[in-house]
């Protein structure tokens, strides 16, 4: 493989949709302070890692991959002060995962690290060694093992240290703010607001009321699985495509991993991404029967490589992530023949990779009730439509063209279609 290299000088100034990571310039400067903070600790490592390394050391495919994609990164000037902002091998990546397995994401006005191990891996991700490597089942099963770990200590109160009233503290009056906390329940009178940990906090609740269910009695309104922002709508959609290509086209053999495939040809997908900030679990759209539940495994760092180096990478390569990443099915009867069964799959992206299903089959449901949630934070997520079922759908304009660009949240419960 040939190195790759960049024709900039200057690290770009880009801005990551949803929020979970901040402008490269503030995420560099996070990862050197990150890099400093690992080697004067050296903590030992923990057994997940410590299987990483093995698998890295003693599988010589493997071995080549975490080798050459660090001689692959993207050349860029570093930002000032960041000093070294790149990891130089994979000795210093797992290094770096290692301490950030003890640690929980800081609130900061700057920007938000939200995935530390995507901003770790941000630079090596895209090259073609990486592309590889972080595509291979064997890298995504070790990967598995250190996120569950990294999860068990964010559902821990040792995370707790996080929520404070400091400057970078999730309980300051900024965070307050930004957050919209006094639409959230907490008790500002208990230490930590009551939560009990990391995760507790970031999966927190609306009050009631705070998110009312639209047209509760009309069945032929759908609503907004997730507080999220929309992201696309694809008609049309095929039983098969090339996903990895520019554009991202939806295949339902991938996505749905051969479950009800012929179901939804021809049919509609509108995805939608959650930010760092928001709510983040999901609630059904429709009200119906559960009549199907799957758990995918899939992949944690994979990138669409069409997209090229993507600075706010994975997030460009949502499209992709919907047929490769680890992800949930959770399919819904309507009982209407022109709604049919409707499909919720929610995505975990990076670090966000553990789908919770708090539903189980033949449980009854009604629009707006929960139906699970992401552990630690939010990601992307799909809705899928049989062909026909949807007379339109009712909502602001959905950015085109300008990868990484926002679009306004849709709140949880809202309408987002009217079916036929």
């Not at 990138?303 to 819904?332: H, T, W």
């Amino acid at each position: 493989m040939k190195q790759q290299k960049s024709d900039s000088t200057h690290m770009p100034v880009t801005n990551r949709m949803g929020n979970w990571l901040p402008t490269i310039e503030t995420a560099a400067l996070w990862l050197a302070k990150t890099k400093k903070e690992a080697k004067k600790k050296k903590r030992k490592l923990d057994p997940s890692v410590r299987k990483f390394k093995n698998l890295i050391e003693t599988d010589p495919i493997i071995n080549m991959y975490f080798t050459q994609m660090f001689q692959q990164q993207p050349t860029f000037a570093p930002p000032a002060g960041s000093g070294d902002v790149k990891i130089e091998n994979y000795q210093e990546m797992l290094l770096i995962m290692n301490h950030v397995l003890t640690t929980a994401p800081e609130y900061n006005t700057t920007g938000m690290v939200g995935f530390p191990i995507n901003a770790i891996l941000d630079f090596p991700m895209i090259t073609p060694a990486g592309l590889a490597a972080f595509a291979d089942e064997k890298v995504n099963k070790a990967l598995k093992r250190i996120l569950k770990k990294w999860n068990k200590y964010l559902d821990s109160p040792d995370s707790l240290y996080v929520l404070n009233t400091g400057p970078n503290g999730w309980m300051s009056k900024s965070a307050y703010k930004a957050l919209q906390m006094q639409n959230f329940i907490h008790d500002p009178k208990k230490p930590f607001w009551g939560f009990k940990s990391w995760n507790d906090f970031f999966i927190r609740e609306f009050k009631s009321g705070k998110r009312p269910v639209a047209s509760p009695k009309d069945k032929k309104v759908i609503v907004s699985a997730c507080e999220s922002a929309p992201l696309k709508i694809s008609a049309n959609v095929q039983k098969t495509n090339q996903f990895w290509i520019k554009g991202q086209p939806y295949s339902l053999e991938h996505m749905l991993d051969g479950n009800h495939v012929d179901y939804y040809v021809g049919g509609t997908v509108y995805q939608a991404y959650l930010s760092a900030e928001n709510y983040h679990r999901w609630h059904t759209p429709i009200d119906g029967t559960i009549v199907d539940i799957k758990n995918i495994d899939g992949t944690y760092y994979s990138e669409a490589a069409s997209e090229g180096f993507d600075p706010a990478g994975p997030n460009n390569s949502q499209g992709y992530l919907a047929q490769v990443a680890a992800r949930a099915l959770i399919f819904i009867e309507s009982g209407d023949p022109k709604l049919g069964m409707v499909c919720v799959m929610p995505i975990g992206m990076a670090e966000v990779s553990s789908c919770l299903i708090t539903v189980k089959k033949g449980d009854k449901v009604k629009k707006g009730e929960q139906i699970g949630y992401f552990q630690f934070g939010g990601s992307t997520h799909c809705v899928l439509f049989q062909k026909g079922a949807i007379a339109n759908f009712s909502l602001p304009a959905i950015p085109q063209g300008t990868q990484g660009e926002d679009s306004k949240i849709v709140p949880i419960n809202s309408e987002i279609a009217v079916a036929n």
